[in-house]
């Protein structure tokens, strides 16, 4: 089953799927339609809300963080 296969599936409109390389963007594909339906399609400029997303990469990024010792998981963040 390809992308668009699967976006059909899971009645996924749009997406934007972007790697990233040592820090820095490396590409970025971009599938789909702006709306349900619509014929506006999905492109570079596009802006897509990261909802609950947000929360698991918050959380990955302070792990990953903690482990290089950059950020340290009982200090009171308001001093930071």
Excluded: W
Excluded at 68 to 77: I, N, R
Aim: glycine content about 8%; overall charge negative.
């Amino acid at each position: 089953m390809d992308l668009e296969e699967r976006m059909k599936f899971y009645h996924v409109p749009s997406l934007n799927i972007t790697v990233l390389e040592n820090g820095q963007i490396n590409r970025t594909e971009n599938k789909g339609q702006l709306e349900g339906g619509g014929n506006r399609k999905v492109n570079d400029d596009s802006v897509f809300n990261a909802c609950s997303i947000s929360k698991f990469l918050t959380g990955f990024l302070a792990v990953k963080l903690a482990e290089e010792g950059m950020l340290h998981l009982d200090e009171d963040v308001n001093e930071r």
